[in-house]
């Protein structure tokens, strides 16, 4: 008989799986496959590159969880393979990774149908999200990284620290750094989008002039 209504949070699963209980690490699965194909999508850029990390990072997860002996740090311990696993294939694919707005919430999984659609379609739904996607892009992976676990995934800086082999302080500093960038950009972007409104105004007055 299976346990499964016993086990309430995520170090129960992995105890359970470490027991023979092969059904607990498809909880697992079910639990983080959402949250994880959407950060993958976000830090690789497209769908098909997505769906490779996810499938290698569970492959990864599967066949090292019998070895974790902390099943209470499960969730730092995931999410290190599946960020190590993008950079992997980030790196490898050697392009800046288009990201989606990481401060309006997100919630939904991608779409199962429609999946012709470009990157955009997929993660902006406004004007406005499409603004701040295009800010992101011009971010550095690893900030990219920091802000999709941090408000993507709502970690904490130590989470996101042991998640992706750093020091909570260059976390921080990646935080600050990537914030800072994000204003720059979009200033910038404010800046270029009232000139364009002034030059369109001009040229509306001087035809009817």
């Known amino acids: 008989m299976r346990l499964m209504e016993e086990a309430k949070n995520d170090a129960e699963l992995v105890l359970l799986f470490q027991q023979g209980q092969e059904w607990a690490f498809e909880e697992l699965f079910q639990r983080y496959k959402q949250a994880a194909m959407r950060s993958a999508f976000l830090l690789t850029?497209?769908?098909f590159d997505a769906?490779?990390?996810?499938?290698?990072?569970?492959?990864?997860?599967?066949?090292k969880l019998a070895g974790l002996r902390k099943p209470e740090c499960f969730k730092a311990w995931f999410w290190r393979i599946l960020t190590h696993t993008a950079w992997a294939y980030c790196k490898k694919r050697d392009r800046e990774t288009p990201i989606a707005a990481i401060f309006e919430e997100?919630?939904?999984g991608l779409p199962n149908e429609g999946r012709s659609k470009s990157a955009l379609e997929y993660l902006t739904e406004n004007e406005e999200q499409q603004i701040l996607q295009a800010a992101?892009?011009?971010?550095p992976l690893k900030q990219k990284t920091v802000i999709v676990l941090y408000y993507y995934n709502e970690m904490s800086v130590q989470e996101i620290a042991q998640?992706?082999?750093?020091?909570?302080?260059t976390v921080k500093?990646?935080?600050?750094?990537a914030?800072?960038?994000l204003a720059v950009f979009l200033q910038e972007r404010e800046a270029d989008k009232n000139e364009k409104e002034q030059n369109v105004g001009l040229r509306?007055?001087?035809k009817r002039n």
Do not use: D, M
């Open 106 to 108: 997100y919630s939904a």
């Open 204 to 206: 509306e007055f001087g």
């Open 136 to 139: 992101i892009k011009r971010l």
């Open 179 to 181: 914030r800072r960038n």
């Open 163 to 169: 998640a992706t082999g750093s020091l909570c302080g």
């Open 173 to 177: 500093s990646r935080l600050f750094t």
């Open 51 to 63: 769906e490779n990390v996810l499938q290698e990072a569970f492959i990864k997860c599967y066949q």
């Open 45 to 47: 850029g497209n769908y």
